[in-house]
């Protein structure tokens, strides 16, 4: 409990925080002679507003123990009882006021810190369609849906998880259109988690997805509010974590790997040819390789016989087998790609260009791999940069079919694609088969997968998500 004595809790506050010289206690009298102390963290409030309404007004008008609610001029104002909520509070960036003679203290509303300007996402960029993207602060976040969706059915509830970090969390849906059975499923799931620290999203999605071992993500994660907002409108619900820029939704189906926010601002007839790229590049980046071992080492008479001589006199003189030719060609494209991820930009553009250019050149030069490999490795990074929601699929399972191209020819590719098919089929996302609308086939979500139709065509929202108020639009008289 809060003692009524204004050292005995600066005594017990400043051991629970372990004498940290960033937790500040400041005692102060009103010109009444009544003491008073408030406690903050340096650094997490609005030190100017605090000196100018807070401590400036209460020192000169306070004249009882009654008036000090009247006189703390911020529009919220909480009481608390124990020691225990002070520092929960305190941690959240709040100012607590204590009072001689009062057994409890006042919560004041006054955090202030650094955060990111609003800018647009660099992985989710667009020609057409919003810039903004979320930053690391879960309030901006939070207004920026708030400006994309002004409904007062959009709700937020909020959490924390991490025994140590005490992280904020927030559940966004719409009430009315939102399936109840995933809401209650995030629920559930969110509450089982007990673990120290939250430090990104990344944490949650790992913790709460249904397939831990896959591959394939079955969680989506983006920067961008109008994604955010389209998709719980379908009935979904996201996950904001404060921290991060990172905002989950789920569920999610296989299909959205292969779309883009802006599918739906351009011409659908455009639209549905992008995807149909996005399909071949998909397809290209994870069994060209594989295709191309197969055929070289077992099934020739299948290559065009000019192609066939012309590979085989850009291997001439190369010492590596085939199989491994490719794969160190591959793991050497990681190493780039990798590098210069982690490195500063400056000097990873470099890496790009040293990587690329002249260790690509001078490898083939000394006869180490052939043109034709590089060409094929080439290709399929840029294929695989079409799609880069599974990157991370993409390369193992490009290594897995490119294995088995090598050990089985033609056969072990058509076994490779097998088992990801079965994989995508088998997977679920929160209750939601992974692979719909193809399996089990719909209908109606067949109308926004690897084609888009016109929206006045999109009458409801997807069966498989949204349970109650199904229709989103009413289509004109007469169509």
């Given at each position: ?360 050149q001078a490898a083939v030069q000394a006869g180490l791999v052939s043109t034709l490999t590089v060409i094929l490795v080439s290709l399929t990074a840029l294929a695989e940069f079409i799609v880069p929601q ?74 498989a998500l949204a349970k109650q108020n199904v229709k989103r639009q009413i289509p004109p008289k007469g169509e």
């Amino acid at each position: 409990m809060i003692s009524k004595r204004i050292k005995d809790n600066k005594r017990r506050l400043v051991e629970l925080f372990n004498h940290s010289t960033d937790f500040v206690t400041y005692e102060f009298e009103s010109e009444s002679n009544i003491k008073m102390m408030v406690c903050y963290i340096e650094g997490l409030i609005d030190r100017n507003i605090l000196d100018r309404d807070i401590l400036r007004s209460l020192t000169l008008n306070v004249k009882n123990l009654k008036e000090i609610r009247k006189y703390i001029m911020t529009p919220k104002i909480e009481e608390i009882d124990t020691i225990n909520e002070v520092v929960d509070e305190v941690v959240y960036g709040k100012v607590v006021l204590f009072a001689e003679g009062l057994k409890k203290g006042f919560v004041i509303e006054l955090s202030k810190w650094d955060k990111r300007q609003v800018e647009e996402p660099q992985a989710e960029s667009v020609v057409r369609g919003p810039k903004e993207g979320f930053i690391e602060d879960i309030a901006v976040n939070k207004v920026l849906l708030r400006k994309k969706l002004r409904n007062n059915n959009l709700v937020f509830e909020d959490l924390r998880l991490g025994k140590q970090s005490k992280t904020d969390i927030s559940l966004a849906y719409v009430k009315g259109i939102v399936n109840l059975e995933v809401l209650e499923e995030v629920k559930k799931r969110l509450d089982k988690i007990n673990i120290d620290a939250i430090l990104e999203s990344g944490y949650i999605e790992e913790l709460i997805e249904d397939s831990p071992k896959s591959l394939l993500p079955t969680i989506t994660n983006t920067q961008k509010p109008d994604i955010v907002a389209a998709k719980i409108l379908e009935g979904r619900v996201a996950i904001f974590v404060d921290g991060t820029p990172h905002v989950l939704i789920v569920p999610r189906v296989f299909v959205e790997a292969l779309m883009s926010s802006e599918d739906y601002y351009l011409r659908p007839y455009f639209s549905s040819f992008l995807r149909i790229v996005r399909v071949i590049a998909l397809f290209i980046t994870v069994y060209a390789p594989g295709i191309f071992v197969a055929l070289m080492l077992y099934h020739q008479e299948m290559i065009p016989t000019v192609l066939l001589v012309s590979a085989a006199d850009a291997r001439e003189g190369v010492p590596l087998p085939l199989t491994v030719e490719v794969l160190l060609m591959i793991i050497t494209l990681e190493f780039t790609k990798e590098s210069s991820l982690r490195l500063p930009k400056n000097i990873g553009s470099t890496v790009n260009i040293v990587g690329a250019l002249v260790l690509g050149q001078a490898a083939v030069q000394a006869g180490l791999v052939s043109t034709l490999t590089v060409i094929l490795v080439s290709l399929t990074a840029l294929a695989e940069f079409i799609v880069p929601q599974l990157t991370q699929a993409i390369i193992m399972y490009r290594l897995f079919a490119t294995i088995m191209g090598g050990f089985f020819g033609i056969y072990g590719v058509i076994c490779a694609f097998f088992v990801i098919t079965l994989e995508v089929i088998s997977l679920e996302s929160f209750s939601i088969p992974f692979a719909w609308p193809l399996a089990p086939r719909n209908t109606s979500g067949l109308k926004d997968t690897f084609i888009r139709v016109h929206l006045r065509k999109y009458i409801t929202r997807p069966k498989a998500l949204a349970k109650q108020n199904v229709k989103r639009q009413i289509p004109p008289k007469g169509e």
